[in-house]
């Protein structure tokens, strides 16, 4: 049996059957990490990856900095071939920032990235694509996972691609195609973060039960473009401060690239408690620091977009084995908060669930506990009190986060996390910062803009893929209770609140979505589900 059609309510129709031993959904590092190894261990399994972005890499953003050990056990001869951006770190440096300047501090343990490399995640992953389909791996991007296929029992047989050219009222426009059916004996989640397959399943199967709720941050990330010899290639700076404030988790990456290229972003945690906080025009504020504006001023934005980034870490952590189905990479969690660092951790996840099926005749069971007693774990252990003690503010985190790198993560407790959606304070009942913020003149001057330099393309006349529940909510509670955060939070301008003849209602701008799914995290009432598009559409980074 399948699940029920999110995408639209269509008429029943006819569908092909591909069979395979294993089907990945999602072509981001995990996913093409466990495929690769998965043939390496054994080539006459039959793989097939399957990738909703129009080509592979283009929906895939990340800082990004990546620790280079477990490429070398995926790919020994990689550094002979390397990724088509791929710069050695030379220099790091951590800075605190006010609002017109800032203290160089001591670069944290965790952070130091001496024998690591400045990549494109996009471009990286464009380039394993290739070396996974040499050892018979099938890839087809434009293939949206739409649902999951379970038999009698509800375990999972596998996945049904999202139809292609249904109207927006449901009816079948001329070009109906009707979305196939993958089954496979086991299929592998990895999805990236808040994957919305995932979220089904980990409701279906209860895999959160006994661990705390995942965690987020947005990512919001540009590559510029600028004179040659303002880079330093190589440069690793990151920062803390301005123009966060202190009951708000953020930080900046600027990462100096080769070709006059600068890789910049800005990360919020979306456990933030201002109603009326902006991640967005935070990101916008940080570049207009003096010391990041002297840098762009002059340049060309050559792509941006955004992304959520999974934080909730060991605690948050779900059961990652279902009948039928595996989780890796950021779909279960892994990402290393304090390292700000998640490739090598999917990578491992990757050739950890590969050398499992291998070895298990292709049974699910037992992969959690192979996970858990991992390398991938340890490390998150470690880490596992650093974020969540952001929660009680800037510097009691920061006092945290030293006393846990001191001890080595051997404190006797583990703090606790809790769903980024209820963390909201209402309207009136929160202290409202002082922001600081500066008059801004860099590019993009407002999201709009910014969606355009994501070159995101969605047909217009397709059901929207933000299912908003109860619209009701949006014009009554959410007003008075929140004032429609959802208007804020978005960094592409997809939620509007507009007045016509009729009064107040909710507009949904569903074309202008960067996939980024912050809006399914963090709207206080849990009433949007972000679910596929037509395969394809979205936005296409370029060496993000």
Known sequence: ??????????????????????????????????????????????????????????????????????????LPGWRDNPPPICVPVQKDEFWML????????????????????????????????????????EIYPGFAAAETLHDENGAVVGVRIGDMGVAKDGSHKPGFTAGIDIRARVTVLAEGARGHLTKRLVRQFKLDEGHDPQ??????????QVPEDRVEPGKVVHSVGWPADNQTYGGSFLYHLDKGRIALGYVSGLDYKDPEYKPWEAFQQW?????VKALLEGGTILSAGARAIVTGGWQSL?????????????TAGLLNVPKIKGTHQAIRSGMLAAEHLAGSQLAPQGFDAKLRASDAMAELKKVRNIKPGFKRGFWFGMANAAWETLTGGLSPWTLKNKADWSSLDKVGEHEEPRREYVDRTLAPR?????????????????????????????????????????????????????????GKRLQINAANCVHCKTCDIKD????????TPEGGSGPNYQNL
Request: glycine share 8%; charged share 20%; with cysteine.
């Open 98 to 137: 006010s609002r017109e300047g800032g203290t160089k501090l001591m670069v944290p343990p965790g952070m130091h990235n001496h024998g690591n490399f400045i990549v494109s995640l996009g471009a990286m992953c464009a380039w394993l694509a290739p070396q996974a389909e040499a050892l018979g791996v």
């Open 215 to 224: 965690g987020y941050s947005i990512g919001i990330k540009e590559l510029w």
């Open 524 to 531: 206080p009432y849990e009433i949007i589900d972000w679910v």
């Open 318 to 330: 779900p059961t990652c084995e279902m009948p039928g189905a595996l989780l890796i990479g950021d």
């Open 446 to 502: 407002d999201r709009l803009q910014g969606v355009y330099y994501a070159a995101t393309e969605h047909d217009e006349d397709q059901p929207v893929h933000l299912k908003v529940r109860d619209t009701a909510i949006c014009i009554t509670r959410c007003v008075e209770e929140y004032d429609n955060p959802c208007t804020r939070f978005c960094p592409a301008n997809v939620y509007e609140i507009v007045q016509d003849e009729a």
């Open 287 to 291: 570049k207009n620091h003096p010391s």
């Open 1 to 74: 049996m399948s699940q029920p059609d999110h995408n639209a309510e269509t008429p029943a129709v006819e569908r092909d059957v591909m069979e395979y031993d294993v089907v990945t959904v999602g072509a981001g590092p995990a996913g093409l990490s466990f495929a690769i190894r998965l043939k390496q261990l054994n080539p006459d399994i039959s793989v097939c990856v399957i990738e909703k972005a129009s080509t592979i890499g283009a929906h895939i953003l990340s800082g990004a900095v990546i620790e280079p050990a477990p490429l070398d056990a995926l």
